[in-house]
């Protein structure tokens, strides 16, 4: 299994495209990382403004469905 990129490398990535205006695929070359992990950082910088990656593992609640209006999921 291979390990997690360090925090500052997607810091790096991140202020490339954002701050420099570089493309996200010009980011993962200048720094050597997959495209895929360049899109996924900086689309999860752009949505939510956080630069440290997400959770892994245990469970993620899911946005509610439909429109029932009390909160209870609709199957």
């Known amino acids: 299994m291979t390990r997690a ?5 997607r ?3 991140i202020d490339a495209v954002v701050v420099e205006g570089m493309s996200r ?11 895929a992990s360049a899109l996924k ?3 999860h910088y ?4 956080s630069r ?3 959770g892994t593992g245990g469970q993620r609640p899911l ?6 209006g009390n909160g209870y ?3």
């Open 41 to 43: 950082w900086v689309r």
């Open 52 to 54: 440290t990656k997400r």
């Open 73 to 75: 999921w609709r199957w």
């Open 46 to 49: 752009e949505r939510s403004g």
């Open 25 to 35: 695929h010009g980011g993962a070359l200048r720094f050597g990382v997959s495209a």
């Open 63 to 68: 946005p509610p469905r439909g429109g029932t």
């Open 5 to 9: 990129y360090s925090q500052d490398l």
């Open 11 to 13: 810091n790096r990535v």
